[in-house]
């Protein structure tokens, strides 16, 4: 009988359930889920980069997704499936109360956005952030940073734990520990949320909250307190050990078999992040840059240790063993902004036609309706257009891709976007053009990052939405990086990876490469660079990375 298991991924907007042969990798169904707390906007304020999720969306979604899913294949298919794993955002950590239940959802913080998950992307802790870095640096002992890429940033689980203490009292007295979002789930569905004995990811404490083995664990007693009093006894209720994705949690609980529609046998794995879990779903292979391209990006790379060893590499996201394989280390790099950048593009454009059609009597609500969304479905595809007739450099217009600060290399959350060489002929294409540009020589920043750090990138391979969907935006990045990009085959990388990761949990599997080798879609198709773009590319770059320069010397001082 074949065997199935199912990929968990949450996503920023939405969750989606990927149930799979495990022989072969072949989609079975799949189902997604929109957050709709999110989707209203609630607990976010953009204004101050404060973003928040409310545990419920995430619960509501699981069940939604798996059992919609599991309602689209024949009768047998539950009885088939044998495994679940997930990923998910991060750092997107909660605070949690003895029990491991997260306070949103215990009475009197319903509605406390401190007592929500605090999403990936939200920047209210850069302050944080900063105190973390200058101490690590200057404390008189281990320096903290270093496997971090020698920067702590204001995404990560201590910056933004802290911040939240300091904020919010009543969080601070109720909170009794803090669990990542990944650890959270498969701890939801096991049984065992006590924050003392839960599985936590290898993948979320290496990269985001400075765990290593050198270490003993996390960050000493003395660093936190030293870092601030509020933070006093919290590293003994957190965690010392750590688990790699291949990882068994425990098997689903009565109750979440029974709201699943699964059987109690069904085992459920160590969590991961979504990108991490995404290259393993791209079929990612050492020294080959997997990018994970969607409203940001999460670039990756893995290495025999062997072959690492001594080495740190400083400005990315961390190097961890056996974050993405393991057995192999992961390293980390990411744009804050990727995609994300296009969409605020789109939605400055619309602006006046949502306020205009707001106002007008000439046409009935339904038209409207259905006009606005026929409008912002078609500016991208049609800049696209347009801006790709656009000669390399004809516009004058360098962009900097840092509207939601930058990421890697050398984390700064505090820079700003912007657009230079604008004229009275600077229109919409051409501000696009500069605009996907920026985007590609960011990503360049990090390939230039690993090669100048000894790190050897021999090929790129491209996982997410817009690899997908925009081939305008994948050639300027193969002729900016000057190097063939190939493009996965599957529609759901990250899922697909989590499924992978699930098989190994089970057993079907002896390593997760195996079950890549066996469940692996391969590649849809490759963007080579074009040698005359590329040359082009090189002098704009320059001018990029002038640019680049100056802001950054403007906001540090």
């Given at each position: ?156 689980f201590f910056a933004k734990i802290l911040h939240v203490l300091r904020v919010d009292e009543k969080v601070r007295s109720a909170a009794f520990s803090w669990v990542e979002h990944c650890d959270w789930i498969p701890a939801l569905l096991t049984g065992d949320t006590n924050p003392l004995t839960i ?241 590609a020589f960011g990503s360049k920043k990090i390939v230039d990052r690993f090669i100048s750090e000894g790190v050897k990138v021999e090929g790129i391979i491209a996982l997410g939405g817009v690899a997908k969907k925009s081939p305008f935006v994948m050639q300027v990045v193969a002729d900016v990086l ?34 890549q080798k066996a469940m692996g879609n391969g590649f849809e198709l490759e963007y080579k660079p074009i040698k005359e773009n590329s040359d082009k590319y090189k002098l704009l770059y320059d001018k990029y990375s002038r640019s680049g320069a100056y802001i950054e010397s403007e906001t540090n001082g």
């Amino acid at each position: 009988m074949s065997k199935y298991t199912i990929g968990i991924d949450y996503g920023t907007d939405s969750v989606r359930a990927l149930i799979v042969d495990a022989s072969n990798g072949k989609e079975i169904s799949s189902d997604v889920f929109y957050y709709p707390r999110w989707k209203a906007g609630k607990f976010c304020v953009p204004s101050q980069n404060q973003f928040r999720q409310h545990p419920l969306d995430y619960v509501e979604g699981l069940e939604t997704t798996v059992k919609n899913a599991l309602a689209k294949t024949p009768k047998d298919a539950a009885a088939k499936v044998v495994a679940i794993s997930i990923d998910t955002t991060g750092s997107t950590p909660i605070a949690v109360d003895k029990k491991g239940t997260p306070l949103s959802l215990t009475q009197g913080f319903e509605d406390n956005p401190n007592a929500m998950f605090v999403l990936w992307k939200d920047h209210t802790a850069t302050s944080e952030a900063d105190e973390i870095n200058q101490l690590a640096r200057t404390w008189g002992g281990v320096d903290y940073t270093k496997y971090e890429g020698g920067i702590y940033s204001s995404e990560w689980f201590f910056a933004k734990i802290l911040h939240v203490l300091r904020v919010d009292e009543k969080v601070r007295s109720a909170a009794f520990s803090w669990v990542e979002h990944c650890d959270w789930i498969p701890a939801l569905l096991t049984g065992d949320t006590n924050p003392l004995t839960i599985k936590r990811s290898r993948c979320a404490a290496g990269h985001k909250a400075m765990w290593h083995t050198d270490f003993n664990g996390l960050p000493s007693e003395e660093f936190l307190t030293k870092l601030d009093t509020k933070l006093i006894g919290l590293r003994d209720r957190l965690f010392k050990e750590t688990y790699t994705c291949d990882v068994k949690v425990g098997n689903l609980t009565t109750e979440w078999a029974k709201r699943l529609g699964l059987s109690e046998s069904v085992v459920v794995g160590a969590g991961s992040f979504d990108a991490h879990l995404g290259a393993l779903g791209g079929e990612i292979k050492p020294n080959y840059l997997s990018k994970v391209m969607g409203t940001s990006t999460c670039d990756m790379l893995v290495a025999p240790m062997n072959e690492m060893e001594g080495k740190l590499i400083k400005g990315i996201c961390g190097q961890v063993d056996g974050s993405i394989v393991p057995g192999m280390l992961g390293m980390e790099a990411g744009q804050s902004a990727f995609g994300d950048i296009y969409a605020w593009f789109r939605k400055l454009l619309i602006w006046p036609v949502e306020q205009i059609m707001a106002e007008s009597q000439v046409i009935d609500q339904k038209t409207k309706e259905k006009l606005i969304a026929e409008i912002a479905d078609k500016i991208i595809p049609m800049l696209s257009e347009r801006a790709e007739a656009i000669p390399i450099g004809e516009s004058g217009i360098v962009a900097l891709d840092w509207m939601n600060g930058r990421r890697t290399p050398d984390a700064n959350q505090l820079l700003k976007g912007a657009i230079l060489g604008l004229n009275l002929g600077s229109d919409a294409p051409r501000i696009f053009r500069a605009l996907v540009e920026a985007t590609a020589f960011g990503s360049k920043k990090i390939v230039d990052r690993f090669i100048s750090e000894g790190v050897k990138v021999e090929g790129i391979i491209a996982l997410g939405g817009v690899a997908k969907k925009s081939p305008f935006v994948m050639q300027v990045v193969a002729d900016v990086l000057n190097m063939p990009i190939l493009v996965a085959r599957s529609e759901q990388a990250c899922a697909l990876g989590s499924a992978m990761a699930a098989a190994t949990v089970a057993g079907l599997y002896a390593t997760v490469l195996d079950a890549q080798k066996a469940m692996g879609n391969g590649f849809e198709l490759e963007y080579k660079p074009i040698k005359e773009n590329s040359d082009k590319y090189k002098l704009l770059y320059d001018k990029y990375s002038r640019s680049g320069a100056y802001i950054e010397s403007e906001t540090n001082g």
